[in-house]
C-alpha cells in the first residue's frame, strides 16, 4: 500500500484536512519546530526543500556542545557525554535508515558542491577513450559548474565531455526509457554518470537502481546527488549497488543553513589506497593519527575521505536532527508525504477543473516523486508568488512561472495545504 494515493477518499474541506491532522500519528512532531509567524499566526512553511526549520532538539544539542567546550576546553575531544573525536560517528547510525548504508560507508563532512569535488577526484578518471560523464539535463547549477570545472581540470572540453540528457521535445520530464537508452548508446565512452536523485525544479524522483544497472553495464561509474532526495524519498543505495552519494542537511533534514553534507562511498572501495583522492590528516589512520608521520594511510570506508577534524558545531544541529527522523520512523514519514502530497494534487487537480490553470510539472506517481509539487501558474507569473507571500505562504519561485510546494511531512499539515489552495482559489 505504500505507493497507495488516498483519492477515493479524499475531500475538499476544512473539517476534513483538520480530521486528517487529528489522526496523524507524526502531528505532535511539528510542536518541535519553530514555525515563522506571519501577522501573529504560524506562516505556511512549505520551502523544506530549500532550508527545513528549527527544532528545539537543534537548539539543545548546540548548547550541549557549547557546555562540553566551556567545561572542558580542548579535553572535550575525548571526554565529556559526546566526545569530538568520534562524534561524526553518532550520526552515522541513522544515517542508515535514511539513505541505505552501512555505517562505515558513511561519512559527514563538508559541504555539498565540495564533496562532489572530492568524490570526482577519485571517481572520474577519465582515459582518452572513456572520458565522458552523463547526467541530466538542467541540473542544480553548482552540479553543473563542478561537473564542468572537473572536465576542464582533466583537459577535455565540457561540450564534448558531458552529455546532458534532455527531456522530449514538449516534454517536462525525463523519460527512464530516454536515460537508459543514451547510457547505452555512448556506452564505452561514459566514464562517469552523476545524476540528481529528485530534480531540484520538477520534484522528479529518478529511477536509481535502474541508473546504477545501466551505468555499471557499461563499464560506467554510478553517482548520485541526494540534495533533495536523501530524508525525502526512500534511498537504498547499497543494495543498489551505487559507487559514491552525497547530499546537503539543510533541506529536508533540517540542519540548519549552509549545514553539513553527507557521503556514502559504497564498501567495495572501502579498502582502496590505491585510488586518487585528496587527503588530510582526519582521513588518515586513527590509532596512528598523532604520530605525525609522514605516509598517509587511509581509514577503512567513507572515513578515509576526511580531510578536516569535524566542526562540532555544526554536526550537532545535524545530529539532533536525525533523531526526530529515527523518532518519527522513515516508513511512516513517507507514508505521510505521499498522502499529504496527494492532497495538495487532488485539490489542485479540482481547482483546474473549475478552470484554472495550475498545471502540475512533478510526475503523478507517487513513486517518482518526493513531498514536492512543481506547478506552473501559466497565467500569473510572479504576482502570484507576491499574493501568496502577502498572505502568509513562504515557498519558492523560480522563473519563468514556477511555484515549488514542498509540504513536508515532519512538520506540514493537512489544514495547511487546504488553506494554500483556498488561497489559489480566491486569487483570480
Ligand atoms: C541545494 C543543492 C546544492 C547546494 O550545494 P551546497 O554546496 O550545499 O551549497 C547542490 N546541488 C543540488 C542538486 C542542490 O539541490
Not at 19 to 36: E, G, H, M, V, Y
Request: one cysteine or more; hydrophobic letters at 40%.
Amino acid at each position: 500500500m505504500l505507493f497507495q494515493n488516498d483519492v477515493t477518499t479524499y475531500e475538499n474541506s476544512l473539517e476534513y484536512a483538520k480530521l486528517q491532522d487529528a489522526k496523524d500519528l507524526l502531528r505532535p512532531l511539528r510542536s518541535a519546530f519553530t514555525i515563522p509567524q506571519h501577522e501573529d499566526r504560524d506562516a505556511i512553511y512549505f520551502c523544506g526543500n530549500s532550508l527545513g526549520l528549527p527544532s528545539q532538539n537543534v537548539e539543545k544539542a548546540v548548547e550541549q556542545v557549547m557546555a562540553q567546550w566551556k567545561a572542558l576546553g580542548v579535553e572535550g575531544h575525548f571526554e565529556g557525554e559526546r566526545p569530538w573525536t568520534t562524534y561524526h560517528r553518532l550520526l552515522n547510525t541513522h544515517l542508515t535508515k535514511i539513505v541505505g548504508a552501512k555505517e562505515t560507508e558513511l561519512v559527514v563532512m563538508n559541504t555539498l558542491t565540495v564533496n562532489l569535488h572530492l568524490l570526482m577526484v577519485s571517481f572520474y578518471q577519465p582515459t582518452q577513450k572513456r572520458y565522458k560523464i552523463l547526467m541530466e539535463g538542467g541540473a542544480f547549477p553548482s552540479d553543473q559548474y563542478a561537473i564542468q570545472s572537473q572536465v576542464k581540470f582533466h583537459g577535455f572540453h565540457p561540450d564534448d565531455a558531458i552529455i546532458e540528457i534532455m527531456p522530449r521535445a514538449g516534454e517536462e520530464l525525463l523519460r527512464n526509457e530516454d536515460i537508459i537508452n543514451t547510457i547505452a548508446q555512448y556506452g564505452e565512452q561514459i566514464a562517469l554518470v552523476l545524476f540528481g536523485g529528485v530534480n531540484y525544479y520538477t520534484g522528479q524522483f529518478f529511477d536509481l537502481a535502474a541508473i546504477t544497472k545501466a551505468g555499471h553495464q557499461v563499464g560506467a561509474i554510478v553517482g548520485f546527488d541526494l540534495a533533495h532526495a536523501a530524508g525525502n524519498v526512500p534511498i537504498h543505495l547499497h543494495d543498489w549497488g551505487v559507487d559514491f552519494a552525497s547530499w546537503c542537511s539543510y533541506k529536508y533534514m533540517n540542519s540548519g543553513p549552509g549545514g553539513l553534507s553527507g557521503v556514502f562511498i559504497h564498501e567495495r572501495y572501502a579498502e582502496r589506497p590505491d585510488l586518487p583522492r585528496f587527503a588530510g590528516w582526519w582521513g588518515h589512520d586513527e590509532e596512528r593519527r598523532f604520530l605525525m608521520e609522514k605516509e598517509f594511510v587511509p581509514m577503512y570506508g567513507a572515513e578515509g575521505w576526511q580531510l578536516s577534524n569535524a566542526p562540532i558545531l555544526a554536526l550537532a544541529p545535524y545530529k539532533a536532527s536525525l533523531e526526530l527522523f529515527e523518532q518519527a520512523g522513515f516508513e511512516q514519514l513517507r507514508n505521510k508525504s505521499i498522502k499529504l502530497t496527494g492532497y495538495l494534487e487532488f485539490l489542485l487537480n479540482k481547482l483546474n477543473k473549475e478552470n484554472y490553470n495550475y498545471d502540475i510539472l512533478t510526475p503523478k506517481h507517487p513513486a517518482e516523486r518526493g513531498c514536492q509539487l512543481s506547478i506552473s501558474a501559466r497565467n500569473s507569473g510572479k504576482e502570484l508568488f507576491n499574493y501568496l507571500i502577502a498572505n502568509g505562504v513562504i515557498l519558492d519561485w523560480r522563473e519563468p512561472n514556477v511555484i515549488r510546494v514542498a509540504p513536508t511531512p515532519m512538520y506540514n499539515t493537512f489544514e495547511e495545504v487546504w488553506r494554500f489552495v483556498e488561497l489559489l482559489r480566491l486569487y483570480r
